[in-house]
């Protein structure tokens, strides 16, 4: 396609998405419900057919070089189809929230006055590498009442095309339209420059891949943006603390699964059981392959596990995203100087504390200032799914309208309604 084709392309779709919305916002619960269910269905029975589709862009991607971290977050394995399955399903089972009006107040002239919520209207979903991302966002354009367009990358579009033909079949059963979820069919960059200018077609955009991409969008755009830049996670482990469940969840939140933005990136422990805690931790990491990047007082309490790979910590690791077994570690102080170090270094993201001490917990709890913060749990935790809001369409740390993982009530807004019986004012 040449830019002008293009140009009119995303032109059409934004044409037929604004239309869509008006269609999806007034959707009855029940409709909602049984797109959602009939998209699980078509899920699970469409598994072998999507796997087969699926292949297709993992052997490209390893043909092309792309990075073994990169390639695991393109698989649809059994696991994540299973999953995007099952978060249909609670998203279908949830209360449908779109028309709640809250806060309803009798004002001294009479009048009632209370908030409506309501859908977004048009959202538009750039993404990399993750094709399960086509599901999320079109489940929770769904359950929302939203219309939107979703545009993966080049990497998955194979997958992203297979996944988006079972999402229309599932909106025509509920007899919903089916350009309430549409697919860019171009893997053109030119798309994307269209699509985050079109303010009369689209309310906002969310962007979910790495740092350029996003840092692309929010420069660009001439819509509202939804985004985190960087997932830049720590682990806290305090004085004083369950040293065993300590290291169970430092492992956890760093090895479950190397390449999320909710990964633990660094370590920080206190001084007062670094002694106990770091020679444990470290055989773990060491059997698992983790290089840690140390300080020089972390050093001898690590380097003795078999296979250990130590590395000297540099500035720069304490602001950076691995998504890789790497792990930066620090011995610090205890309370305040962690929390200092997470307020300067980290991306706003997931943050945990792994402490004994209630007064502990509720200052980190409270100074701390990211989007999700956790006490005894691993930051694996950051996540739509497992916050129970049945998918998400991305982790926000904006500070404006939606923040953490962003599902159903964040791709709503709220509007003043007035009930009178017949007030005029004086």
Excluded at 127 to 144: D, F, G, H, M
Aim: glycine share 8%.
């Amino acid at each position: 396609m040449n830019t002008a084709t293009i140009e009119e392309t995303m032109r059409a779709i934004g044409v037929q998405a604004r239309h869509a919305s008006a269609r999806m916002a007034i959707a009855t619960t029940q409709q909602k419900a049984q797109a959602l269910r009939t998209l699980a269905q078509l899920l699970r029975e469409q598994s072998p057919a999507l796997q087969t589709e699926n292949a297709k862009d993992v052997e490209r991607a390893r043909a092309n070089g792309l990075a073994e971290p990169m390639v695991d977050r393109l698989k649809l394995t059994d696991k994540v189809l299973a999953t995007a399955a099952e978060g249909c399903e609670q998203l279908a089972a949830m209360p449908d929230i779109i028309g709640d009006i809250i806060g309803l107040r009798q004002q001294p002239s009479g009048i009632r006055v209370g908030q409506m919520r309501v859908p977004l209207g048009v959202f538009g979903m750039i993404y990399e590498s993750r094709p399960n991302v086509t599901i999320e966002a079109a489940s929770l354009a769904i359950k929302s009442g939203n219309a939107c367009i979703l545009r993966g990358g080049s990497e998955a579009i194979d997958s992203n095309k297979a996944q988006a033909a079972l999402v229309r079949q599932a909106l025509i059963s509920a007899q919903l339209p089916e350009d309430g979820v549409q697919l860019v069919p171009t893997t053109d960059r030119a798309a994307v420059g269209s699509l985050i200018t079109m303010p009369e077609y689209v309310d906002v955009i969310i962007p979910r891949g790495g740092r350029g991409l996003i840092e692309r969008i929010s420069a660009e755009a001439k819509v509202p943006v939804i985004k985190h830049l960087d997932g830049i996670c720590h682990t806290y482990v305090d004085d004083p603390c369950n040293i065993d469940q300590a290291v169970t969840i430092a492992d956890n939140a760093k090895t479950q699964k190397y390449s999320p933005c909710n990964a633990t990136e660094t370590l920080l422990v206190a001084r007062g059981v670094a002694d106990a805690f770091l020679p444990k931790i470290a055989a773990i990491y060491a059997a698992k392959g983790v290089e840690m990047r140390v300080t020089g007082d972390v050093a001898p309490l690590v380097s003795a596990a078999p296979q250990a790979n130590v590395v000297p910590a540099t500035e720069a690791d304490w602001s950076t995203e691995y998504l890789a077994p790497i792990i930066s570690i620090k011995i610090v102080a205890g309370l305040d100087e962690a929390i200092a170090h997470i307020n300067q270094y980290g991306s706003h993201h997931t943050d945990a504390i792994v402490t004994t001490n209630h007064q502990h917990a509720q200052r980190f709890l409270r100074e701390v200032d990211s989007a999700s913060v956790m006490v005894n749990a691993s930051t694996r935790f950051a996540d739509g799914f497992e916050f129970g809001l049945g998918a998400e369409i991305g982790i926000s740390t904006d500070k404006f309208h939606a923040r953490g993982p962003v599902g159903v009530e964040g791709l709503t807004s709220l509007k003043y309604i007035v009930l009178g019986e017949g007030e005029i004012r004086q």
